[in-house]
């Protein structure tokens, strides 16, 4: 009877566009008793829209968006298609992001000098996991990244953009000009419409809800007010979203991770139950036990109502 049963509920996971890896996931799937959700793309639409650009004393704002988007286009990240979005709209030139305008900060000189001919080029991006991105732009790294990993100390009028976008829940990104900061940008983002129910839902079903994100904790706990979660676990890198589940499942608990992106694979694989969001990376939805096809939370309910009751039948 048992793998009948299974077979039964993966037909009618299918119909809910709840894909399984294979029937054997619905076992796991009962015995969890808390969930790990990531936050962007997943509690929210992972839609960012750029909301200020703030250039450093001496930086050129329309060379910070143009520098800041060429690297980014190399990112899938939501926080790098808002940058690259945003700067074709203003009308930076992307494909030309030097202008050499504007620029009067010593050490770009200084890296003009070795390198004579620009290329107008990105050269050796980098994807700095869970962190930001960077490349080389006419000899020049420029980086993106979260403040806590910016290469250079922000000054007092930085620092207020990035506290007080923290504090509205927003989310700053730090540019850097090899180690000096050459500005702030802000981007937004906002929770999908279903969060709050679902997750009350999965409290109801006796289920512990827990954010776990690599953004700010001022953004962290902001989303987690809006859709009623105490468990915030913020600032950590990829690895960190590992550690915690693994201090999570050393406390006794099963855990289920959902999350959407390259970030969250690695947690999705070590977490008990890895469910990935349709509407993500295939790198997650590789990671996952199972696929959420709409990117909805009501999924996560229903994933977990119907293995209890596929199992009920069998049991
Ligand atoms: P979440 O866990 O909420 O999905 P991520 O782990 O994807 O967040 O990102 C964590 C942080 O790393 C972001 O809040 C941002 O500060 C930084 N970050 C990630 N990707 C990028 C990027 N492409 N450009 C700039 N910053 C980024
Ligand atoms: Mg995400």
Redo the contacts with the bound molecule.
């Keep these: 009877a048992t793998p009948t049963a299974l077979m039964v509920g993966t037909g009618r996971g299918a119909q809910l566009g709840i894909l399984l890896k294979g029937p054997e996931v619905l076992e796991s799937t009962r015995r969890v008793d808390t969930v790990a959700l990531?936050?962007?793309?997943t509690v929210t639409t992972g839609e960012m829209a750029v909301t200020d650009v703030v250039a450093a004393d001496g930086v050129d704002v329309d060379d910070l968006l143009a520098r800041a988007a060429a690297v980014?286009s190399g990112?899938e990240?939501p926080?790098?298609r808002a940058i690259v979005a945003h700067s074709a709209l203003s009308g930076a030139d992307v494909s030309l992001p030097f202008s050499g305008d504007g620029v009067t900060l010593p050490f770009l000189e200084r890296a003009d000098e070795r390198r004579p001919e620009r290329s107008r080029r990105v050269e050796r991006f980098t994807n700095l996991a869970?962190?930001?991105?960077a490349g080389y732009i006419d000899g020049i790294r420029v980086s993106?990244?979260?403040p806590s990993d910016a290469l250079g100390e922000l000054d007092a009028r930085l620092q207020s953009v990035v506290d007080e976008a923290a504090a509205r829940g927003a989310?700053p990104?730090v540019v850097c000009y090899l180690d000096a900061v050459a500005g702030v940008i802000v981007v937004a983002d906002t929770v999908k419409p279903t969060s709050a129910a679902a997750i009350a839902e999965l409290k109801r079903m006796g289920l512990r809800p827990v954010l776990l994100?690599?953004?700010?904790a001022g953004a962290a706990r902001h989303v987690a007010a809006q859709v009623g979660i105490d468990d915030v676990i913020a600032d950590v890198r990829?690895e960190g979203k590992v550690d915690a589940i693994a201090a999570l499942q050393a406390d006794g608990r099963v855990v289920a991770m959902v999350g959407d992106?390259v970030?969250?694979a690695a947690a999705l694989a070590s977490a008990d139950l890895g469910l990935a969001m349709g509407t993500g990376t295939d790198v997650a939805i590789e990671a996952g036990d199972l696929t959420l096809v709409s990117g909805d939370l009501w999924a996560v309910v229903d994933a977990i109502a119907l293995s209890r009751k596929t199992l009920a039948t069998i049991k």
Excluded at 38 to 41: L, N, Q, S
Excluded at 213 to 216: M, Q
């Design positions: 990531d936050k962007t793309g980014e990112s990240h926080i790098g869970g962190a930001g991105v993106v990244t979260r989310t990104v994100t690599g953004d700010n990829p992106g970030n969250d």
